[in-house]
């Protein structure tokens, strides 16, 4: 037996069919964005932000004026070290030039005392080397307490009386070599002090250590700066899995919420499956009573055929008669089956 449903219930079937293809399709999208969403990619991850970048580059700043300022005192030291070097060499050469000069006029007075024909064990040649003691002493060995009790009392007869040409010119070259000697002594002493201010000078770096120390307290700014970057990322990387978090969080919401709308979109589908089968039912239980009306209603017309049929054979029209007179009409034609058979029944038993 085909079963025929109405356009409503095809309608239903179909619309169904359509939500469950919808909801394939939307799944499979979700899945795929979840999917999406659960990888991470490290450039994703702001390791490079403006604040970790300013504070390594401070602190970048900060180690190199360290070493730059320990630098800049150091080059000071070395400029001021080569300075006074530099002055002292000068000196060493004024000192070259002054004793050149006293040779030039020890040379000088020389080339006189050969002019002069003077001897050099001459009592001329003595008074004047008594002279020179006397009045030029730095240009002699001896001082004025190495004289003795003779050399005094011919001095004092030499400054009474005149002094010859060549004593004269030599006092004279004598006075010019004092002066290249003070100098040449001012030039040593220079030397000494520009000698001195350069082992002092020395002496102080030792102490200090600008370097050592500029090296220290920049390797002590990149270490607190690298604690520093390292707390930043740890905030960051925090502040990331807590976005992170939330957004799983939410996510599970939502995939809860999907959940449960497709909980009740799988419940509505089965109610409505279940309303369908129902009118499904119920269309075969309509379908099967009509089958039965039908049978009953064929099998009327086939009695009411036969009865009046056998109303024509009994010469009774009843063709227009009411369904009441008819009813009688069969109630007596049943009864009268039932004496007929028991007529029958008699005759059978008469017959016995």
């Keep these: 037996m085909q079963i ?35 990888v991470i ?45 530099g002055l002292a060499e000068e000196q060493k050469k004024e000192i070259l030039v002054n004793r050149d000069r006293i040779l030039e006029c020890r040379e000088r007075k020389e080339n006189l005392r050969e002019g002069y024909g003077v001897e050099k064990d001459s009592q001329e040649q003595k008074d004047l080397e008594l002279l020179e003691r006397r009045h030029y002493p730095g240009n002699r060995e001896f001082a004025d307490l190495d004289f003795t009790e003779e050399e005094r009392k011919r001095l004092k007869e030499l400054e009474g009386g005149p002094l010859t040409e060549y004593q004269q010119k030599c006092l004279e070259i004598d006075g010019e070599e004092q002066i290249f000697r003070i100098r040449a002594g001012k030039a040593e002493s220079a030397i000494k002090s520009y000698y001195g201010a350069i082992r002092s000078i020395k002496r102080e770096r030792l102490k200090h250590h600008e370097m050592e120390d500029a090296q220290n307290n920049a390797e002590k700014v990149m270490e607190q700066a690298g604690k520093d970057i390292q707390g930043m990322l740890m905030d960051e990387a925090k502040d990331h899995v807590d976005e992170s978090y939330e957004e799983t969080r939410e996510e599970e919401e939502e995939k809860a919420e999907e959940k449960e ?92």
């Design 4 to 38: 025929k449903t109405g356009s409503n219930e095809s309608q239903m079937i179909q619309t169904n069919l359509q939500t469950q293809e919808k909801g394939a399709v939307e799944d499979g999208c979700k899945a795929a964005k979840q999917q999406k969403k659960t």
């Design 41 to 85: 990619f490290a450039g994703d991850l702001s390791l490079h932000k403006d604040p970790i970048t300013i504070r390594r580059r401070e602190a970048q700043r900060q180690a190199m004026k360290f070493v730059q300022n320990a630098w800049d005192t150091d080059r000071k030291t070395d400029q001021s070290i080569a300075e006074y070097d």
């Design 261 to 352: 709308a497709e909980e009740e979109k799988i419940e509505l589908r089965k109610e409505q499956k279940e309303l369908m089968e129902a009118r499904i039912d119920e269309a075969r239980e309509e379908s099967h009573e009509a089958e039965e009306a039908q049978r009953a209603q064929e099998k009327n017309a086939r009695e009411e055929a036969a009865f009046l049929k056998d109303m024509s054979e009994a010469g009774m029209n009843v063709a227009g008669a009411g369904d009441s007179v008819k009813a009688e009409i069969k109630d007596i034609l049943q009864k009268l089956k039932l004496i007929e058979a028991d007529i029958k029944g008699i005759e059978v038993d008469e017959e016995i």
